[in-house]
């Protein structure tokens, strides 16, 4: 790990996110020099449950799953963060711990930056204060409509809720996340979302581009589908 190269010449990993694209000069600069940067292989983990939250990370490139696992070794995933999310920042003014684990799981970049600094500029600067409350707000929607999602007990229109909770998200008519991932976030086995994404295809809502790929083809049928 070490001081992010990317962040002090090209600021990229603040101009990307709402958090931060309002801040003035000199904040931004106490930020991203500041900033740390390290680059996960596919697999790698990057904190894991009761690890101290002391950092906000913001994720440059790639993907970060949050999950946990049961007695029976099986995992739910609670959140897939892509490029231009941000982790913690619900934490900047507690000190507490992670509740799950968090892998790549593709290559990914991040920038971690310490929550003293953010504590500062939140004290001072009002903007910034209020897109700190923009995004944790749509956090919390977030959250709100995977619940809702998962109390679906048809697990086709599951699915098809999920798909739609995703394009909606990262505003996007591309899924890109494999099966094995879709069917530890909905609850179900990669073999029912085979099945479903097949027929799902078939009936002409998405297109199966591949393993890890799907596109919504019919976005109104699908929200039609789903009642969502």
Same mark, same amino acid.
């Given at each position: 790990?070490?001081?992010?190269?990317?962040?002090?010449?090209?600021?990229?990993?603040l101009?990307?996110?709402?958090l931060?694209?309002?801040?003035?000069?000199?904040e931004?600069?106490?930020?991203?020099?500041?900033?740390?940067?390290?680059?996960?292989?596919?697999?790698?983990?990057?904190?894991?449950?009761?690890?101290?939250?002391?950092?906000?990370?913001?994720?440059?490139?790639?993907?970060?799953?949050?999950?946990?696992?049961?007695?029976?070794?099986?995992?739910?995933?609670?959140?897939?963060?892509?490029?231009?999310?941000?982790?913690?920042?619900?934490?900047?003014?507690?000190?507490n711990?992670?509740?799950?684990?968090?892998?790549?799981?593709?290559?990914?970049?991040?920038?971690?930056i310490?929550?003293?600094?953010?504590?500062?500029?939140?004290i001072?600067?009002?903007?910034?204060?209020?897109?700190?409350?923009?995004?944790? @707000?749509? /956090? +919390?929607?977030?959250? #709100? !409509?995977?619940?809702? &999602?998962?109390? %679906?007990?048809?697990?086709?229109? *599951?699915?098809?809720?999920?798909?739609?909770?995703?394009?909606?998200m990262?505003?996007?008519?591309?899924?890109?996340?494999?099966?094995?991932?879709?069917?530890?976030?909905?609850?179900?086995?990669?073999?029912?979302? @085979?099945? /479903? +994404?097949?027929?799902? #295809? !078939?009936?002409?809502? &998405?297109?199966? %581009?591949?393993?890890?790929?799907? *596109?919504?083809?019919?976005?109104?049928?699908?929200i039609?589908?789903?009642?969502?």
């Amino acid at each position: 790990m070490q001081t992010c190269n990317y962040c002090q010449e090209k600021g990229k990993c603040l101009s990307k996110i709402k958090l931060f694209n309002k801040l003035g000069v000199d904040e931004s600069k106490n930020i991203y020099l500041s900033a740390v940067h390290k680059d996960l292989e596919k697999g790698e983990s990057l904190f894991f449950n009761g690890d101290l939250v002391d950092k906000i990370i913001v994720i440059r490139y790639g993907k970060i799953k949050s999950s946990t696992y049961d007695d029976e070794g099986r995992e739910s995933i609670s959140k897939i963060y892509v490029g231009g999310d941000i982790i913690g920042e619900n934490s900047i003014f507690l000190d507490n711990s992670y509740t799950s684990n968090g892998v790549a799981i593709e290559n990914t970049g991040i920038c971690q930056i310490d929550k003293t600094i953010l504590r500062k500029i939140l004290i001072k600067d009002h903007d910034f204060s209020l897109n700190l409350i923009k995004s944790l @707000s749509k /956090k +919390l929607y977030e959250t #709100e !409509k995977l619940l809702e &999602i998962l109390s %679906i007990k048809d697990s086709y229109t *599951r699915l098809g809720a999920f798909l739609l909770y995703r394009a909606r998200m990262t505003n996007d008519s591309y899924i890109s996340l494999n099966q094995e991932n879709i069917a530890s976030s909905i609850n179900m086995t990669r073999e029912t979302v @085979s099945r /479903k +994404l097949s027929q799902m #295809e !078939k009936e002409g809502y &998405i297109e199966n %581009i591949a393993y890890k790929k799907i *596109r919504i083809k019919n976005l109104d049928a699908l929200i039609e589908l789903t009642n969502m």
